[in-house]
């Protein structure tokens, strides 16, 4: 499979860290650090607080930003929600949905992630779709059943010829924040996997243009042989993302693997 149908992206899910305050300094930093790079698309996503400082600090568009989730409504009586509309107002290009912290602390199940996937692609944004099986249910051998059954939800809510606007992320639950990760080759079966069904569904020319992500405890260390894998197509990145240096060491991993260095 060729991943010249398709981006490369690596995109730090700050999840609830970091304050307003230290958006900038992490900005300058970042950006000073970070390869010169044709290969990748690099993206943040921040809390709803911190997204107009980025937006601000970030002065070009080397790097995208965007949210880590999104209300399923268009506007109105929804106290504590942000919409679509609202990221899309500022620019936002990403918008992770399904996070397994969201469908555990929030009740998201499918349907409200097909929905909130929805709304992000009618504003013109790209949604992020996360999928990802428990420890239990890889112990069982569900990994693939499961997820092929998460991705299908998802899909059903994408219109066609709109497919080339998402990402789908792959985050086995157990390699979230644990420190432990997926081997590339189990991550690598799995994302296969998942272009699979997207190829049943939809055709071959869409599963080739469709980016699929690994994420659980991507590093600066493990990043280069996950991102060599032919269908792993970047990273989405929790503790690493935090810190520019080892944020940047990842980014270029990619540059590495496309021998842009
Ligand atoms: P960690 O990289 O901290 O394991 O988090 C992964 C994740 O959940 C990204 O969305």
Redesign the pocket.
């Known amino acids: 499979m060729n991943k010249k149908y398709r981006k490369t992206i690596i995109a730090g899910?700050w999840?609830m860290n970091l304050l307003p305050s230290e958006v900038k300094p992490f900005a300058d930093e970042l950006r000073a650090l970070l390869p010169k790079t044709k290969s990748c698309e690099v993206a943040l996503?921040v809390p709803f607080t911190h997204i107009s400082t980025l937006r601000r600090s970030l002065k070009d568009n080397r790097i995208s930003y965007g949210a880590q989730d999104v209300s399923v409504h268009d506007k109105g009586a929804f106290t504590g929600e942000v919409s679509a509309e609202m990221l899309a107002d500022l620019n936002a290009h990403y918008v992770?949905v399904g996070?397994?912290?969201c469908r555990q602390y929030h009740g998201d199940n499918d349907f409200i992630v097909g929905q909130k996937a929805l709304a992000v692609l009618e504003k013109g944004m790209s949604p992020i779709i996360?999928v990802g099986e428990s420890l239990e249910q890889r112990d069982r051998s569900l990994t693939m059943e499961y997820i092929s059954y998460q991705v299908l939800a998802a899909l059903s809510f994408i219109p066609e010829g709109k497919e080339r606007q998402i990402v789908i992320?792959y985050?086995p639950i157990w390699?979230?924040?644990?420190?432990k990760t997926a081997t590339p080759q189990e991550a690598q079966d799995v994302c296969e996997g998942i272009r699979s069904v997207i190829r049943e569904k939809r055709g071959a020319r869409v599963a080739r243009s469709v980016s699929i992500l690994y994420?659980?405890?991507?590093?600066p260390k493990n990043a280069k042989e996950l991102l060599s894998m032919p269908d792993i197509d970047g990273g989405?990145?929790?503790?690493?993302?935090l810190k520019p240096q080892d944020f940047a060491q990842i980014i270029s991993a990619v540059t590495e693997v496309t021998g842009e260095e």
């Not at 994420?215 to 590093?219: A, D």
Request: with cysteine; glycine share 24%; charged share 10%.
């Open positions: 899910n999840k996503l992770t996070h397994s912290e996360c992320a985050e390699a979230i924040g644990t420190g994420g659980g405890s991507m590093n989405l990145i929790g503790g690493a993302s």
